[in-house]
């Protein structure tokens, strides 16, 4: 498998403009997580899907973030409009079925809005 | 609300020296833990699963232990090499939750 799979790695754009981030889990995972990095609050867990549901959204920021996944193998994370303080790398993190299993990592979209 | 502290930030060693690493966690209400390592630029990779009936896990040169009640694990690095060089993260896994909460990291810079 070629792990977790985030596109793009890296977006610039301007304030105002939606931004759409993307992520193929691990074939067969069933949980997928979004996070946010940032160098003053390091990584904050933004939304969690089980099985395509989501199950915790309490870390997304306000109401210009929104998450989906209509499929096991794709989820998107979505900013409209952005703003400046959203630039930051955003990283999804897949898991398989039972809670002591290891949480893999896609390579981050790097998001600086200007 | 759970917190994960890491100390200490940034260590820097000479090659070959054994190392500690420090994680601590406020509730010890916790399924398991995980160390991380990140390189610059890149995502994160698992190291070291441990489950919270268990007090210690070993992959090559590294250990990890974990003391629950205390609230706290350390990650051993015996034999550094600059190839180590890296972001060390831990992250507990809230009991009855798939959530991991991390810690800000620890930086190490193994000198050649």
């Known amino acids: 498998d070629a792990g977790v799979i985030q596109s793009p790695r890296h977006e610039v754009t301007e304030m105002g403009q939606e931004v759409t981030l993307r992520c193929k889990p691990i074939?067969?995972?069933?949980?997928l997580f979004w996070y946010r990095q940032t160098m003053m609050r390091g990584l904050e867990l933004l939304i969690y899907?089980?099985?395509?549901?989501?199950?915790?959204d309490s870390g997304m920021p306000e109401d210009r973030f929104s998450a989906k996944m209509p499929n096991a193998s794709f989820s998107t994370l979505k900013i409209q409009p952005s703003e400046p303080r959203d630039s930051a790398v955003y990283f999804c993190?897949?898991?398989?079925?039972?809670?002591?299993?290891?949480?893999?990592f896609g390579q981050g979209t790097r998001l600086t809005v200007v | 609300k759970q917190e994960v502290t890491q100390i200490p930030a940034a260590l820097s060693v000479p090659e070959g020296e054994n190392l500690v690493l420090n994680c601590s966690f406020t509730?010890?209400?916790?399924?398991?833990l995980q160390w991380f390592r990140q390189d610059p630029g890149k995502g994160l990779t698992s190291l070291l699963l441990?489950?919270?009936?268990?007090r210690e896990q070993t992959s090559g040169r590294l250990n990890a232990s974990l003391d629950k009640s205390s609230g706290r694990s350390t990650l051993y690095i015996a034999a550094s090499q600059p190839g180590d060089s890296a972001t060390y993260l831990c992250?507990?896994?809230?009991?009855?939750?798939?959530?991991?909460?991390f810690g800000k990291g620890t930086k190490l810079t193994v000198n050649p």
């Open positions: 992250a507990v896994n809230q009991g009855g939750s798939e959530k991991l909460v």
């Open positions: 509730d010890s209400a916790i399924y398991n």
């Open positions: 441990i489950q919270s009936s268990q």
């Open positions: 993190a897949s898991t398989g079925t039972g809670m002591n299993t290891e949480a893999f």
């Open positions: 899907f089980n099985n395509n549901v989501p199950i915790d």
């Open positions: 074939s067969g995972h069933n949980s």
